[in-house]
């Protein structure tokens, strides 16, 4: 199980010593997924919060009438899952699956309680982990309702370059609350403008 890719995570918003890396290592959680499996499920309580190494997955959920709505995607040193189930123990409102084979270093629920009475900081890193989605959410909430569909994708594809690599459109579209077949239209807008910006003389 390598888990410096995790490690390296924590060390963006904790300062642990080398003691306190080895108090976290036996409360991870090595989880591996095949392309279409749930890592979490609706109507089920989330157990685990998973940080991802390998692969990619999408959160989303199931309205009335039937359609999915992704509400986040995730890739390596990315943080995916039913947060809100997960922080409440309820059950869960939205499905986590894995895109492709994924693998997850994961904190149980359990785990990560008596692990804040170890290694304190870890609080801290979680409590600034939400801090940060919070905020995420905040400014995609503003773009949805500021910026039309081109001026969106081309946030999110700035924002998020690798993820705008390895996420398949049909999601990304969902994402960004469009069709996939209007963010065609709008990479090939985007490519045909880029095209005669080459040619026009300077």
């Known amino acids: 199980m390598n888990t410096e890719l995790l490690l390296s995570n924590f060390r963006n918003y904790i300062n642990l010593t080398a003691e306190e890396e080895q108090e976290i290592l036996p ?12 890592i979490n499920a609706e109507g089920e309580v989330n157990r685990f919060t998973n940080f991802i190494v ?14 999915e709505h992704v509400v986040q995607l995730g890739i390596p040193n990315w943080w995916v899952g039913d947060f809100p189930s997960f922080i409440t123990q309820t059950p869960a409102t939205m499905y986590t699956e894995a895109l492709e084979k994924t693998t997850t270093l994961s904190f149980s629920y ?17 409590r600034l982990l939400i801090q940060r989605a919070y905020a995420s959410f905040h400014k995609r909430t503003l773009q949805a309702l500021s910026m039309d569909a081109e001026q969106r994708y081309i946030a999110f594809a700035e924002a998020y370059p690798q993820m705008n690599q390895q996420v398949s459109a049909k999601h990304i579209a969902s994402y960004i609350g469009i069709s996939p077949e209007f963010l065609s239209t709008i990479k090939k807008r985007i490519l045909l403008r880029q095209r005669e910006q080459r040619k026009a003389p300077k």
């Open 27 to 38: 409360y991870i959680s090595e989880r591996k997924f095949k392309r279409g499996d749930y």
């Open 110 to 126: 359990d785990d990560l309680q008596m692990l804040y009475e170890k290694v304190p900081k870890m609080e801290r890193f979680f």
């Open 54 to 67: 390998e692969g990619s997955a999408r959160v989303y959920f199931i309205d009335p009438q039937g359609y």
